[in-house]
């Protein structure tokens, strides 16, 4: 039977991006099921997760300031850090896209840079689907085995990132002026985030085999196996602003 992979959402609009999530899943060889506040579905029947992108993150949540011209979705965040919560603990496989990268950090005690542009001044005020910056993937890292691409291209859709790191997590990628563009858990489970989108890249070879990871690692665990090991990772990526 093919995985169930349960994927949030917002309300409001978010039904575009989860389409591109099932043909990602679809492709990999899973079902997407999607999460959305107030309907429930119940994470027993689930076998792995995917915390989507979309508006800003509250920043209550982590102790930052709210800026006046951002949109942020409340009841989304409820839903997403109440479903980390409960599933965090089990070592079902997650992996986080762009704010969902960022509320994984967030759930493990880490914090943000409300906006990036206050802290990397000098970098570019990049908006775009198509895949014009490059990340760094730390060598001997469990994404670097398996995008097997750095430096990456990807996209940028995001004016926060990562800032305090969350507990049991790592820095695996960062781009050009040092930005936190990914993290993955220091132990054998399947936990990564990415801050690109890589559902919108479903052309892209290397960005479908982080799907197909997440799916294979879906199957494992429900066999009670671990698909990726931990590697062997440089150092070079550990040390940079806010991280």
């Known amino acids: 039977m093919k995985p ?10 978010g039904w575009r991006s989860f389409l591109m999530h099932r043909l990602a899943l679809w492709r990999a060889g899973a079902k997407a099921v999607r999460l959305v506040a107030g309907r429930g579905t119940p994470t ?7 915390i989507g992108g979309g508006d ?8 930052g300031d709210m800026l006046p011209d951002v949109r942020i979705d409340p009841v989304r965040d409820q839903l997403e850090f109440d479903l ?5 603990p089990t070592d079902k496989p997650i992996l986080g896209i762009c704010r969902g990268a960022q509320a994984i950090n967030i759930a493990l005690g880490g914090t943000l840079h409300t906006d990036i542009h206050e802290v990397y001044e000098e970098a570019p005020k990049m908006r775009t689907v198509l895949p014009k910056k490059q990340v760094l993937v730390l060598e001997g890292s469990r994404l670097d085995a398996i995008l097997k691409c750095s430096p990456c291209k990807v996209n940028a859709l995001h004016h926060q990132s990562i800032d305090k790191l969350g507990d049991g997590l790592k820095v695996v990628g960062r781009d050009q002026v040092g930005i936190v563009q ?7 489970r399947f936990l990564v985030g990415v801050q690109w989108h890589p559902e919108l890249l479903f ?3 290397a960005q479908q085999r982080l799907f197909r990871a997440l799916v294979e690692s879906a199957k494992a665990f429900a066999l009670g196996e671990v698909v ?12 940079g602003k806010g991280a």
């Open 56 to 63: 800003d993150i509250g920043a209550e949540f982590y102790g």
């Open 44 to 50: 027993e029947d689930l076998d792995g997760f995917i």
């Open 84 to 88: 980390l919560k409960e599933i965090l």
């Open 228 to 239: 990726f090991a931990s590697g062997r990772a440089s150092v070079e990526l550990s040390e």
């Open 4 to 13: 169930r992979i349960g994927v949030t959402s917002s309300a409001r609009g």
């Open 203 to 205: 052309y892209a070879k």
């Open 182 to 188: 990914a993290v993955e858990g220091e132990t054998n």
